[in-house]
């Protein structure tokens, strides 16, 4: 089972949005997927009320109990939790990082946002976890040199998953109805982007996991030398 955190400092900057539109693309693709709600805001909460039927299961969970829901569905059929988190520093955000494989860090691109992820890279490095950065609402002239100087310093601290994600009505008219992109509008610019990121969030996980394997039989080979 993998987990995913979307965590950053910086409010509004797209965590809510992502972690569903990216639930849905995943779950499109074959993944059951279990959202992990840990927002006092209760945003997802709120998305999933407006939501018809309950394919895709939302769940409130505090700090204290994640650990064990983190193990408990484990033992499930669930391939994919993704959990957001509340802005700023808080028990929530520091429960989901621990539990998270990696933990994705959306910034939109002005500098606020750019410092803010910095703290938020800190945070996640000083816990020993792997993240990852997701540039978000996005001028749709992405060639702009704001973006540009936002893609050059996510990817000089570590990471910028693809693509950019660009400013669309789609995200904001499918949150409306309790969907996704992939649902509300399926041929649209939005859905194609969602789909794209799940690609490369699944790139990134099978390089940990190759990495992961060659570790040990690099140490094996030291030990033998
Ligand atoms: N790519 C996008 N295109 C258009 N609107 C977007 C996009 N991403 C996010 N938004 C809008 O920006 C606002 C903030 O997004 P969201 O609530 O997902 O951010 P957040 O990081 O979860 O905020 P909070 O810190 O309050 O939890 C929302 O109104 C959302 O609809
Ligand atoms: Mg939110």
């Known amino acids: 089972m993998r987990k995913i955190a979307f965590v950053t400092q910086k409010g509004g900057s797209g965590k809510s949005t992502l972690a ?16 992990i709600d840990m927002d006092p805001q209760r ?13 895709l299961p939302v769940e409130f969970i505090t700090p204290a ?3 064990r829901a983190i193990a408990e569905l484990e033992k499930s059929k669930i391939s994919l ?5 509340p802005s700023t520093e808080t028990p929530a955000a520091d429960a989901a990082i621990k539990a ?3 933990c994705v860090i959306p910034a939109r691109p002005t500098v606020f946002d750019l410092w803010s992820s ?25 060639d702009s040199q704001r973006v540009q100087d936002g893609v050059g310093a996510l990817e000089a601290m570590g990471g910028l ?21 992939t649902e509300y509008a399926p041929e649209g610019k939005a859905a194609n982007e969602m789909r794209q990121l799940w690609s490369s969030l699944k790139r990134r996980f099978n390089k940990m996991k190759s ?15």
Not at 20 to 35: D, W
Not at 43 to 55: D, H, P, T, Y
Not at 120 to 137: A, P, W
């Open 20 to 35: 569903i539109s990216l639930a849905l693309a995943a779950q499109e693709a074959g993944e059951r997927v279990f959202l």
């Open 43 to 55: 945003s997802l909460g709120n998305w999933a009320s407006a939501r018809e039927g309950n394919e």
């Open 65 to 67: 109990k994640l650990p």
């Open 81 to 85: 939790v993704i959990i957001d988190t």
């Open 100 to 102: 998270a494989d990696i």
């Open 118 to 142: 910095e703290l938020t890279r800190s945070k996640i490095k000083s816990l020993g976890k792997e993240f990852c950065f997701v540039l978000n609402q996005c001028p749709p002239m992405a």
């Open 161 to 181: 998953l693809s693509p950019l994600v660009v400013s669309r009505a789609d995200y904001q008219e499918a949150a409306r109805y309790g969907l996704g992109p």
């Open 211 to 225: 990495a992961a394997t060659k570790e040990p039989a690099k140490i094996a080979a030291k030990k033998a030398a």
